[in-house]
């Protein structure tokens, strides 16, 4: 467990070693709960992705391309039992990193070590194809990996997107750097340490800390990358892309979204409510398959807000360490940014119906956002449009089927939705003109489900990753062409 009392000097993890622990020069990591200052990182240079970038290709050209589907998997499996026998210390490393309270961290590292697991044991079960093609000659079109894979993670789970991202791309047999936030990385810095204990050669994965403009510009341009895989914000995916495109290197892009949850009149709302609520309040709504904006059919919509109102008073924001309904958000920038958008929608003309209440325990110093439930905006402002990635729901009323399919797609985005109503005709009308990634019919996943292929329509970005669609994103094909007459 951590030192909660002093400052932990955290390092890279580069070809199976932790290197340069931190010095005062680092980044400093804070915990939002608190404001402190309780770990260090240290601040990695093109220097620094250069060095991974080799040791990945020496582990890609020796001992772990070498090594066989079976053995590559039962690394993952290894890793997998490894990260549950230390949830405890993942948990609260990931708690202190981000803010989330303590059961949602428990379950994140839950749903991580079952990510290895997932794709340790699907390693050996993704096969090529056989072409019939012309007498005398046999055609195998070979599922091969890229090579070295790059990751640029995020701070919102870190956790789990290194889990989804590093867990396919490794089972496909590529080696990978991983380039995670500097906001809240240390997961992924203590998992890249058990990884080496399940047995991974050194170089297969490597994690190198570091700000987003550098380290995190070196790995999306550097010409030793075959793919990269990208989570975050819609302006940075657009520089990883125009970078990864110079090298002509394939992208995956997850860049948030502005998902709707829409209540038809005859959805079962003891049972919707309780999820409506949860899809925003979960990670303090930074999470990007949120579920930012709740359409209301007309005829409902007074008692809907009314109950809504409700559930946003009773909810407790504290420190994420006593596990409250929402921890804080994740920086002082982040909450700026919260804050600003929301003040530009009040003085547009929206409303605020509900919002939380602080637990008057929760520290001093920590960068807290009170859950809020607003309406009375107009379909086309920017708090129906923008993503907010704060705790921050809004809701717009709609008056048949149709209207509130074109609020549902009325924004850049195309990430997830959610559709409440027991008419079955209507179930499926709407999940097939709703434009997203994933339709949830009387349920919401707010991104989860390891088994469930994810990524965005629109503006939310391209390519899958999770199940095994995410394995197969991390391959390329060969094709074999054998003539023997
Ligand atoms: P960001 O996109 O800047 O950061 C995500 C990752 O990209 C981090 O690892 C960061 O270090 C790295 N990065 C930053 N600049 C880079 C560059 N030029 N080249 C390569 N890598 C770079 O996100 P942010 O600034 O931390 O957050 C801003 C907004 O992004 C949030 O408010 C939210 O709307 C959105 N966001 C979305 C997700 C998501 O899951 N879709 C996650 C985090 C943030």
Redesign the pocket.
Known sequence: MLDRTSVTAFGHVIDGQVTDRATKEGIDVLDPSTGRVFARLPRGTAADVDRAVAAARAAFEGDWGAMSALERGRILMRLSALILEHAAELAELECLDTGKPMTQARNDIAATARYFEYYGSAADKHHGETIPYTRGMTVMALRVPHGVTGH??????PAQ?FGRSVGGALAAGNACVV?????ACLTPLRMAELALEAGLPAGALNVVCG???EA??A??GHVGINHIS????P???T??AK?AAENHVPVTL????KSPQILFADADLDEALPVVVNAIVQNAG???AAGSRVLIERSIYGEVMKRLAERFAALKVGAGIDDPDCGPIVSAR?LR?VSELVDAALADGAKVVATARMDAAAPEGGFYYPPMLLDGAAPESRLAQD?I?GPVLAAFPFEDEAEAIRLANATPYGLTASVWTRDGGRQMRCAHAIEAGQVFINNYGAGGGIELPFGGMKRSGYGREKAFEGMISFTTIKTVVLKHG
Do not use: H, M
């Open positions: 640029i993670i995020p701070w919102n789970y997107i380039k995670p936030a500097e906001d700000l987003g403009t995190g510009a790995l999306a990208f989570t975050g914000s302006q940075t995916g520089a990883v970078a997850e860049l948030g979204g930074q999470t990007c982040q940014r993503e990635f």
